[in-house]
């Protein structure tokens, strides 16, 4: 089922820019995670931040999580067209993922 | 993490036929999840499906539609059954209990 929202639903930036993207849930959760999809193919696992860490980097990428607001960010530093996706945020409770609805990110050259 | 393959990696079925995906992990795993991508959607959890017992559906999906098979901790697959143009989607497999990792996908156009 559907977690929540995803802000915004589509970014446009320009290459050396940094790009964030909203998750807000519902629910409990165990962890949350943050994917991304190119062009409707799998999806690569980005980062992980479990319910009682606040924040976490993983190279150009850092992710904050408010459990009391139900919410989480994600901010791709210094971007790439390589970067041209789509990101979703998932949230773990008893061993299922609930999806966001994503954010397209286009990167231009 | 785990290496995970999928196939078919797409076909073209006709309506009230059935497709069945497979899905290989290479070392063996406990929970096997599998979701669907409808077109422009997010993921959708249809069921989890664990060795050596009934998979568990959730809300909305059905075993008659979505029959599922876990013979051994390295491989599942999902039926998809009397199929129509609605179904078409990305059909992912998924492992893990805690980090989930995604295969590749079966992109499924029913005409």
């Known amino acids: 089922s559907q977690q929540g929202e995803e802000d915004p639903q589509a970014l446009s930036i320009q290459e050396g820019e940094n790009a964030t993207m909203n998750c807000s849930y519902k629910?409990?959760?165990?962890?949350l995670q943050w994917y991304r999809q190119n062009s409707g193919r799998g999806l690569v696992h980005l980062i992980l931040i479990r319910s009682n860490e606040r924040e976490k980097h993983s190279g150009r990428l850092r992710v904050t999580l408010d459990t009391s607001k139900k919410s989480s960010s994600l901010l791709i530093t210094a971007s790439r067209a390589a970067d041209t996706a789509s990101y979703f945020c998932?949230?773990?409770?008893?061993?299922?993922?609930?999806f966001g609805a994503g954010t397209t990110v286009t990167v231009r050259a | 993490s785990a290496v995970i393959s999928q196939k078919p990696s797409r076909d073209i079925c006709q309506r009230g036929t059935s497709l069945t995906i497979q899905c290989q992990v290479d070392s063996q795993v406990t929970m096997m999840f599998w979701y669907r991508q409808q077109p422009g959607q997010s993921l959708t959890l249809i069921a989890t499906a664990n060795q050596g017992s009934e998979a568990t559906y959730e809300s909305g999906f059905v075993i008659d539609k979505f029959p599922i098979s876990r013979p051994n901790l390295t491989f599942s697959t999902l039926t998809v059954s009397n199929m129509s143009p609605e179904d078409s989607s990305i059909y992912l497999c998924?492992?893990?209990?805690?980090?989930?990792?995604f295969g590749p996908g079966t992109r499924l156009t029913v005409l």
């Open positions: 629910t409990s959760i165990n962890n």
């Open positions: 998924s492992v893990g209990v805690d980090t989930q990792y």
């Open positions: 998932a949230t773990l409770w008893d061993y299922k993922l609930s």
